[in-house]
Structure formats: structure tokens, C-alpha cells
């Protein structure tokens, strides 16, 4: 990201549609330089509100730790098309995708969302295939995990 700005790259990961899931995501500044990441067990649910998922718990850590210019990177183009669109009551998801927008429009962030490639997302998928896995509900990292270390030095 341009200096001034942080990337926070987030993914989901369900084994299964649904299956057991998490998700996760790194932030780094314009030298690409780690400053946090997370992973989270999701439980059982679907790809869809494991991305979901994933878009709520990175707003809140980069809120959380005072991150005001954000851009998002993630590689489901359905999740970044679905932010850009109003809500109907009805619609799958209503209220994790409302809780999504509140936090990118109706806060003090200044926040890019985007669609990245898969391959530009390595780290945020390690992190999201650490929570289905993991027994805490949410781990929070000031350091990349050793699961992480080899795709950092790729990237």
C-alpha cells in the first residue's frame, strides 16, 4: 500500500460447504512488513459466511489497533460485489453482511475493499486454515505464526 496506508489481506476456509471453518488475515504496512494477524474458529458454516467472517474480525483488529487508511485485499469477488450492493432483509447472510458494511462505511476508517487473486493471499489463507483447526475461538498474532514463515519469505 502507498505510505500512510496499511493492507489487511483476510481469507475463509470451510472444509466442506458447510464444514468445520476459520478464517484469518494479516495487516502490513507499505514496506510489507507484518504488524498483525489473527485467526479464528468458526465452527461449522459455509465458505461464504467464513469470508464474511473473516471481512468483520480484520475491521475490527485494524480498528482495534488505531489503523485509520486501510486497503482490504480478499479473493472472494462474491463478498467484495456483495458490499458494493443494499441489503434486502431476506437475503442469505443479512446480518453478518450488514455488520460488514457498518464497519467499512459507518466508522472512522478510510477503507479500500478489493478483490485480489488467490495467489496474492497465501498468508491471510495459512491464517484461515490455522482456525478451522485451532481450539481458541480467536488468536491474535503481533508476530507472523511459524505456519506463515515460509510463504512470508516468498512474498
Known amino acids: 500500500p502507498p505510505h500512510d ?7 475463509g476456509a470451510s472444509r466442506g ?18 504488524l498483525a494477524g489473527f485467526s479464528a474458529k468458526l465452527g461449522v458454516c459455509t465458505s ?5 467472517m473473516a471481512l468483520i474480525q480484520g475491521l475490527k483488529l485494524v480498528k482495534d489497533k488505531g489503523f485509520k ?20 432483509r431476506n437475503q442469505a447472510y443479512y446480518f453478518a453482511l450488514k455488520e ?9 476508517l478510510n477503507c479500500h475493499l478489493v478483490h ?6 497465501r498468508v491471510a489463507d495459512a ?10 475461538n480467536l ?12 510463504i512470508l519469505r516468498e512474498d
Open 116 to 121: 485480489c487473486y488467490r495467489e496474492s493471499n
Open 5 to 11: 496506508w496499511v493492507k489487511l489481506n483476510i481469507d
Open 69 to 88: 487508511n486501510i486497503i482490504i485485499d480478499m479473493d472472494s469477488k462474491l463478498i467484495v460485489d456483495k458490499m458494493k450492493t443494499q441489503v434486502s
Open 139 to 150: 488468536l491474535l498474532y503481533d508476530f507472523p505464526p511459524p505456519d506463515t514463515y515460509v
Open 17 to 34: 460447504n458447510p464444514g468445520p471453518a476459520g478464517c484469518g488475515g494479516v495487516v502490513r504496512d507499505s514496506a510489507g512488513i507484518w
Open 48 to 52: 461464504v459466511k467464513a469470508e464474511l
Open 127 to 136: 491464517l484461515a486454515n490455522i482456525g478451522v483447526t485451532q481450539v481458541e
Open 100 to 108: 460488514c458494511q457498518a464497519l467499512l462505511n459507518g466508522s472512522s
